[in-house]
Antibody, heavy 120, light 106 residues
Framework: QLQLQESGPGLVKPSETLSLTCTVSGGSVSTSTYYWGWIRQPPGKGLEWIGN???????YYNPSLGSRVTISVDTSKNQFSLKLSYVTAADTAVYYC????????????WGQGTLVTVSS | DIQMTQSPSTLSASVGDRVTITCRASQSVSSWLAWYQQKPGKAPKLLIYRASTLKSGVPSRFSGSGSGTEFTLTISSLQPDDFATYYCQQYDSYSTFGQGTKLEIK
């Protein structure tokens, strides 16, 4: 059964870089069938797609986040990662990783999510 | 950007009721639409993809329909476990979620 688990600091200072890793178990990130992505949810609000990556390293980002987002994949560790630079309080959210059906597709399954708070 | 608008934002219903949630896109997304269920403190769970394809294992009381700009999620007979927040997601051009519909017990 495929499982995903987010990890990383729960507190990040304004203007710094948020870094999270998603570890995949029960399956391989190297599959040619699926993509891997990040989604976030500010407390009490809705969902926002951040971006997806293919095992080859091809990336697809939400244009609203501009150049602040970088997603990478490490096939040797069966992980993929998110970096979001120059964070502000507006980036405070629960961050989820998920398996995507395509470069913009639906997600299933999702990780349990990790809360990242941006505060000094 | 494609905007997704769900209605209603909140829906009060009783066990056994038939309920329908609507999702409208600001431009056509063909059938590239998914529906999720989310309970408090939990990750969303996929219910339906490609507008009307039920994910394996999801109860058949859930159904989806629509194409282009208007979509619906219908629960034919509400069960206690169905009270949650539901989101639509378009994946035609980038990806965008609706703002959510909270399904409450009447």
């Amino acid at each position: 059964q495929l499982q995903l688990q987010e990890s990383g600091p729960g507190l990040v200072k304004p203007s710094e870089t948020l870094s999270l890793t998603c570890t995949v178990s029960g399956g391989s990130v190297s599959t040619s069938t699926y993509y891997w992505g990040w989604i976030r949810q500010p407390p009490g609000k809705g969902l926002e797609w951040i971006g997806n990556i293919y095992y080859s390293g091809s990336t697809y980002y939400n244009p609203s986040l501009g150049s602040r987002v970088t997603i990478s994949v490490d096939t040797s560790k069966n992980q993929f990662s998110l970096k979001l630079s120059y964070v502000t309080a507006a980036d405070t959210a629960v961050y989820y990783c998920g398996r995507g059906s395509s470069y913009y597709g639906w997600f299933d399954p999702w990780g349990q999510g990790t809360l990242v708070t941006v505060s000094s | 950007d494609i905007q997704m608008t769900q209605s209603p934002s909140t829906l009060s219903a009783s066990v056994g009721d038939r309920v329908t949630i609507t999702c409208r896109a600001s431009q056509s997304v063909s059938s590239w639409l998914a529906w999720y269920q989310q309970k408090p403190g939990k990750a969303p769970k996929l219910l339906i993809y490609r507008a009307s394809t039920l994910k394996s294992g999801v109860p058949s009381r859930f159904s989806g329909s629509g194409s282009g700009t208007e979509f619906t999620l219908t629960i034919s007979s509400l069960q206690p476990d169905d009270f949650a927040t539901y989101y639509c997601q378009q994946y035609d051009s980038y990806s965008t979620f609706g703002q959510g519909t909270k399904l409450e017990i009447k």
